[in-house]
Each structure stands twice: as structure tokens, then as C-alpha cells.
């Protein structure tokens, strides 16, 4: 099995370039949404309210993602704070189902001989070590200006664009092995992003 990994900023278009892999026949593992399958687990959910509280509970029961936003991603001391115990109760589920879904898709093709790809769209990808998997780096770049405005249309603020980026420079990154890595730009024409991407996947070995 082949591992990529998507590497990039909120906003940069790694959501994109992950569905445009999909559409050529990867697997894709969006941390994103295994974030919210935790949440939803009573364990992680009571340890979600003990921090912070009822109120980051909806109507309906649920962790709301926009409440814990506004809780954990700000300018000051207590938002980082906020943060590092946000990411204490909900990666290492999230790390533990990761892992055991690129073992599902490692069985499956032992199985059935049919090569699989699998792309890994997790924030923080290499500040995580989760570059330590992938057997090929995506660089999702994207000019400044343009992932600004992108996460602006997600209704975010200045504040939370700002906190969002410090958390992605917050451990200081590791460096990028360009024999690994390739680029692709979302800055633009989105047949120009779809050119690159497909580029990359005829580059695979087939097996």
C-alpha cells in the first residue's frame, strides 16, 4: 500500500486535493472527520464537558465544534491553554483510529492483491509525525491572500485565522524531505490543481 500524506495550512485546499485523489480511486482518511466521530463517543464527550463545560454541548447533545472554537482558539494564554487540553482528550483517539484504519486498508490488500492508496488529510501532519507513515508528501500550497480569504468565507475571524496559524507553527514544524514531497497549488484554476494531482497519482508504482 502506498501512504500520502497531505501537507498545509487551514485553508490551503488539502480538503480539495484530497477529493480529488478520491475521485482517481484513493482512500481517503480525513482526521477532520474522525475528529468529529470521537467527539460523539460518550468517554471523549464527558471528558470534553469536564473542561469546559455544559454549554459546549448542543440541544441535541452533541459537542459543539463551533462553541469549542470559540473556547480554544484566541490570542491569549488561556486559548493556548484551552487548546493543549482540547488536543489531550481527542488526539490519541483520533492517532488510534487513524492507525487502525490504514491497518484495515494494509489487510484488505493483502487479501485481495488490488493495490490501495491511502491519503492522509490531517492537520498538522508533519508536526504530528504522522509524516513518519507516508511513503509520499503532497505540498498543498496556496498564496497567503487566497487561504486568508478562504477561511473568512468559513465565517472564521481575524483572531481564530490568527490562532489557527500559531497552532500550526506552534511546535515549530519539522522539515519537509523534498525527495518525498511534491507540490501541488490550489491558488488558481481548479483544472490546473485536478493537472498536478493527477500527475502525482500516474507517478505511483502500481505496486
Not at 47 to 73: C, I, K, N, Q, Y
Amino acid at each position: 500500500m502506498i501512504v500520502i500524506g497531505l501537507v498545509g495550512r487551514s485553508g490551503a485546499g488539502k480538503s480539495t486535493v484530497a477529493r480529488m485523489f478520491a475521485a482517481l480511486g484513493a482512500d481517503v482518511i480525513d482526521a477532520d472527520a474522525v475528529a468529529h466521530e470521537v467527539l460523539d463517543d460518550p468517554e471523549v464527550r464527558a471528558a470534553v464537558v469536564a473542561r469546559f463545560g455544559a454549554e459546549v454541548v448542543d440541544p441535541a447533545g452533541r459537542v459543539s465544534r463551533a462553541a469549542l472554537a470559540m473556547r480554544v482558539f484566541g490570542p491569549t494564554p488561556d486559548h493556548a491553554t484551552a487548546l493543549a487540553d482540547l488536543e489531550a482528550i481527542v488526539h490519541p483517539p483520533v492517532r488510534t483510529r487513524i492507525a487502525a484504519r490504514l491497518a484495515a486498508l494494509r489487510a484488505a490488500e493483502d487479501a485481495d492483491g488490488r493495490r490501495r492508496v491511502a491519503v492522509l488529510d490531517v492537520p498538522l501532519l508533519v508536526q504530528s509525525g504522522w509524516d513518519a507513515a507516508c511513503d509520499r508528501l503532497v505540498v498543498v500550497e496556496c498564496a497567503d491572500q487566497v487561504r486568508q480569504a478562504r477561511l473568512a468565507d468559513r465565517g472564521w475571524s481575524p483572531e481564530q485565522i490568527a490562532s489557527r496559524d500559531r497552532a500550526w507553527e506552534r511546535h515549530g514544524g519539522r522539515p519537509v524531505s523534498l525527495a518525498r514531497a511534491a507540490p501541488v497549488d490550489t491558488s488558481g484554476d481548479p483544472a490546473y490543481t485536478a493537472w498536478e494531482v493527477e500527475r502525482i497519482w500516474n507517478s505511483l508504482p502500481s505496486r
